[in-house]
């Protein structure tokens, strides 16, 4: 009561703080508490203080003091506690608890002029914090908490941090909501534990609530940045029925542009080929992305070339990511924890491709229990097998999975295949290790191969293998980083062994190895940086070709080896200006290096790349700079919220590629090769703009989208009309570099939740290409714009469950492309004696449009807990319509004629049974 009629006093006194400041002191501390030190204080100036004991701690303090004002002397005492002090007139000292006393009130308390409010709005705020002393009505009482030590200089905004743990076990609570009541403001902790929030200065009420945990509720008032941990109780509840929504209305909030997530535990329910869970044939469901046809590897995003994407799998590139001819996914579905796609405004951190990023990470091996997932199917088994290796400090993650795919060839509509064979395998192993709350380790590696012969003579294998080593390190609550170490390996053989004396062997092999750091900073929870460096070491064999046995006339040839490093640098941000308004801008400067050793071509300026036209072959040594080429990449991307579930999004981006694949197949070949950039062949570029519109309806169970977005690209390698491009030693003579374009709109609406969900997709784009010349050899289509070979107008996915009961369900796919671009022969003639075939413009037809419809009945098992094992039945039909769709047209003469004929992949439904199996 003392306190309290002090205040008031000095209120109306207007007694300066400090006043009594004439009388300096000296005194001594050694290893002195701060109890002790305040009695010797007293007795050393004859002051009375008024303190609690409690407040008080027991730490020591040291210090000599001669002839130095009071202040001096409290300021050290109290500098690294809740405490601050007041001196009064009569010799007395008032300490407080967080708080400051003020002996005036603040300026403009009673009001201000018109004229000075401009004035007012640009100061920073000093007025003292006041907050309601008064218990709220409530059953449960709520505790008070006060954070921080005030000071005159009073800022708006303070942030406040800290832990949360399970009260039982003090294992880290991750992704539990921390809500401030009233006031739109939230966060969540990350995976270990941690928050961060920004909260108005004076009285916040926070709220708590995760998915088996206890609720709580806190009194917060914040006088100065601070701590604050969180030990909570488990709670277990029995629920009729449970919803859980994740990322609601992230598609409003997100601000990069172009950005999808696939949903890996859903992509169960979708009926694909041979009941094969495959993400990335999910990803052809979404707007914008697309592949050249049935069975074709590769993808095509927002018209680009299938080479143009970036594939990663935890951090290291995978070269070719699909087994088969692109009918299976080359990525075991059961590893995979996360898939992120950026189709749009690409972040700085990546570089390297034009069109896409697939960010694939694996999951996080478990660290508590054994946990096992496994699949029979007609074609595939998979299994994957997680394990503490410490427990709750380390886990390890193996998945296996092996093709037995013969009889698909045997059933396909052409009976050259029918003595075919195919079979594939693929494994992955991730170890992840926490040092300590600061230090984490992740490994990763991979490996995947493919046999298959296609004709009785002939045997293809081509495989990838990759490996990652990433530290992760928190340098503080703001800062943290990582180091990434990454190799991967792409390479292919073909054996020939024929009934002549032509028989060989051929192979060829592209290699990358990756150091990248990056780092995190987050300077406060509007303002967040990252940056970083990387350095990319290529090496590629072109190819080379042996005879096979002793008989074989074939002349050995091995093409030189193609060495680069590619180096860069980056820093982005992202910029919440307003709650409404964020930008997400950085730069990437990327500097490549074509080194030896090795032999390069000059060829005389204004005329065309022929052997008539070679000046001069250059040697280079090892390691020598053959040729350097840099740009600086911009990516920009803003969000702008209209309302709470209503946004615009716009974004910029552009972006460089140094290396390129060779091919002359209509589509992606696994026999492709990739070509670096040298003293011939320049880097391709691009450039992207993209607006877009994103509205969330009832609560976020329902999305849309609609996006449009312009693409122009330059460099891009094509061929010429006859080429050679495998086991070419100068292959710069066959191919052309040209411009491109591509545009196009993409529209989506989602359903989220309830017995029918699902999604509707359609995407109408243009992707064309233009080679011309001042030379006619090397002018396609008299040099105008000519459709890509993957140009597909109109592309509808509609993917759809419908759940009868918890157990129960049934998935629907259907797909409709508009048919893609071919050559045809438009006539024939015949000079001195020989027939020639005259085509038409390069892609001026079109084959029939393609759709499809597939079903699946899912059928889990009982959801009870204690059980061994929960299972999963999917039983689907891939085109259940039977459609006979050309996967290609070619011509044969015959009897003097050119007829058309057509091959397919699936021209019959085909039905499939799997079973999935959890413990």
């Given at each position: 009561m003392r306190f309290f009629l002090l205040v008031t006093l000095l209120l109306f006194s207007k007694i300066a703080q400090g006043q009594d400041t004439t009388n300096l002191v000296t005194i001594s501390f050694e290893n002195t508490d701060q109890k002790t030190a305040i009695k010797q204080l007293q007795e050393k100036t004859g002051l009375q203080f008024y303190y609690l004991d409690e407040w008080l701690k027991e730490e020591v303090v040291s210090g000599t003091y001669t002839n130095v004002p009071l202040e001096t002397i409290l300021d050290d005492l109290f500098k690294d506690t809740l405490l601050n002090y007041y001196i009064l007139k009569e010799k007395e000292v008032v300490l407080t608890r967080n708080i400051i006393i003020y002996d005036e009130l603040p300026e403009r308390f009673f009001g201000e002029k018109k004229d000075s409010i401009i004035e007012t709005q640009k100061k920073r705020r000093i007025a003292p914090i006041f907050y309601d002393k008064k218990q709220r009505s409530s059953k449960v009482k709520t505790p008070t908490v006060r954070i921080g030590k005030a000071t005159k200089d009073n800022r708006d905004t303070y942030v406040l941090k800290g832990y949360a743990r399970k009260a039982n076990t003090g294992k880290p609570i991750s992704n539990l909501a921390i809500v401030v009541e009233g006031k739109d403001l939230g966060t969540s902790t990350d995976q270990n534990g941690y928050y961060e929030i920004e909260l108005p200065a004076g009285e916040n009420i926070l709220s708590t609530a995760s998915l088996g945990i206890a609720d709580s509720r806190k009194r917060v008032i914040i006088f100065n940045d601070g701590e604050l941990d969180f030990n909570l109780d488990e709670s277990l509840e029995v629920l009729d029925a449970v919803i859980l929504e994740s990322n609601r209305d992230q598609n409003v909030k997100d601000v990069v542009t172009g950005k999808e997530e696939v949903d890996v535990e859903a992509s169960k329910n979708i009926p694909l080929v041979l009941g094969e869970r495959d993400v990335l044939k999910v990803a052809t469901a979404l707007p914008g992305i697309t592949t050249a046809g049935e069975g074709a590897a590769g993808l095509n995003v927002r018209g680009g070339k299938a080479d143009q994407n970036l594939t990663l799998l935890d951090d290291v590139l995978i070269y070719n990511p699909q087994h088969f001819f692109g009918l299976f996914s080359a990525l075991n579905p059961f590893t995979i924890g996360k898939v992120d796609i950026y189709k749009g405004a690409i972040p700085a951190e990546y570089g390297g491709r034009l069109s896409s990023v697939f960010d694939i990470k694996t999951k996080d091996p478990n660290t508590e229990k054994l946990e096992v997932e496994a699949s029979l199917g007609p074609v595939t088994s998979n299994i994957t097998v997680q394990t503490p290796v410490v427990k709750e400090k380390s886990g390890l993650m193996i998945g296996a999975r092996g093709a037995y795919a013969n009889w698909i060839l045997r059933s396909l509509d052409d009976e050259a295949l029918n003595n075919s064979e195919a079979s594939f395998y693929d494994g992955i192993i991730t170890y992840n290790h926490k040092i300590n709350e600061k230090n984490n380790i992740k490994a990763t590696g991979y490996y995947s191969r493919d046999d298959f012969s296609i004709t009785s003579d002939s045997t293809y294998v081509y495989s990838n293998q990759a490996i990652s080593l990433k530290w992760d390190h928190k340098f503080n609550d703001k800062h943290q980083g990582n180091v990434l170490l990454a190799n991967s390996r792409y390479e292919f053989d073909i054996n020939f062994d024929g009934e002549t004396n032509d028989d060989f062997k051929l192979g060829y092999s592209v290699n990358e190895t990756e150091l990248k750091l990056k780092m995190d900073y987050n300077h406060s929870p509007k303002y967040k940086f990252n940056y970083g460096l990387s350095n990319k070491l290529y090496q590629v064999q072109p190819g080379s070709i042996e005879p096979d046995g002793d008989g074989s006339i074939i002349t050995p040839l091995t093409i030189d080896k193609e060495k680069a490093l590619e180096s860069a640098a980056f820093i982005s941000g992202k910029f919440d200006f307003t709650p409404k308004f964020s930008v997400n801008a950085g730069i990437r400067y990327s500097l490549y290096n074509a080194l030896g050793e090795g032999s390069q071509r000059r060829y005389e300026e204004n005329r065309p790349r022929n052997e008539g036209t070679v000046i001069d072959t250059i040697q280079y040594k090892n390691n020598e700079v053959i040729q350097t080429y840099d740009g600086l990449e911009a990516r920009f991307s803003a969000r702008y919220i209209l309302w709470p579930n209503f946004s615009l999004k716009a974004g910029y981006s552009n972006t460089y590629q140094y290396i390129h694949t060779l091919s002359n197949n209509t589509t992606v070949s696994p026999i492709d090769t990739w070509k670096l950039s040298d003293l011939n062949i320049e880097p391709q570029r691009a450039q992207q703009i993209s607006f877009g519109a994103f509205k969330n309806f009832n609560e976020g169970v329902y999305e849309l989208s609609i996006e449009g977005f312009y693409k122009k690209l330059d460099n891009i390698l094509d061929f010429k009309?006859?080429?050679?491009?495998?086991?070419?030693?100068?292959?710069?003579?066959?191919?052309?570099?040209?411009?491109?374009?591509?545009?196009?709109?993409?529209?989506?609406?989602?359903?989220?939740?309830?017995?029918?969900?699902?999604?509707?997709?359609?995407?109408?784009?243009?992707?064309?290409?233009?080679?011309?010349?001042?030379?006619?050899?090397?002018?396609?289509?008299?040099?105008?714009?000519?459709?890509?070979?993957?140009?597909?107008?109109?592309?509808?996915?509609?993917?759809?469950?419908?759940?009868?009961?918890?157990?129960?369900?049934?998935?629907?796919?259907?797909?409709?492309?508009?048919?893609?671009?071919?050559?045809?022969?438009?006539?024939?003639?015949?000079?001195?004696?020989?027939?020639?075939?005259?085509?038409?413009?390069?892609?001026?037809?079109?084959?029939?449009?393609?759709?499809?419809?597939?079903?699946?009945?899912?059928?889990?098992?009982?959801?009870?807990?204690?059980?061994?094992?929960?299972?999963?039945?999917?039983?689907?039909?891939?085109?259940?319509?039977?459609?006979?769709?050309?996967?290609?047209?070619?011509?044969?003469?015959?009897?003097?004629?050119?007829?058309?004929?057509?091959?397919?992949?699936?021209?019959?439904?085909?039905?499939?049974?799997?079973?999935?199996?959890?413990?």
């Open positions: 009309v006859g080429s050679q491009i495998l086991l070419n030693e100068n292959v710069e003579t066959e191919v052309l570099q040209g411009e491109g374009k591509a545009y196009g709109v993409e529209f989506l609406l989602r359903k989220n939740s309830g017995k029918l969900n699902g999604w509707l997709s359609y995407t109408y784009s243009r992707s064309l290409i233009k080679l011309d010349s001042e030379f006619p050899e090397e002018v396609v289509n008299n040099g105008n714009f000519f459709p890509a070979n993957y140009d597909k107008p109109h592309d509808i996915s509609l993917v759809t469950n419908y759940k009868f009961t918890k157990r129960f369900s049934l998935s629907a796919n259907f797909v409709y492309q508009t048919g893609r671009p071919v050559t045809f022969p438009v006539g024939q003639f015949t000079l001195n004696g020989s027939e020639f075939v005259v085509f038409s413009d390069r892609n001026r037809f079109r084959i029939p449009d393609f759709y499809r419809l597939d079903l699946g009945f899912n059928v889990e098992g009982n959801h009870k807990n204690k059980k061994l094992a929960h299972s999963f039945w999917t039983i689907s039909i891939y085109n259940v319509l039977g459609r006979n769709n050309p996967f290609s047209v070619f011509f044969v003469a015959e009897d003097g004629e050119i007829k058309p004929l057509q091959s397919s992949i699936f021209s019959i439904p085909v039905p499939s049974i799997t079973y999935n199996l959890k413990f």
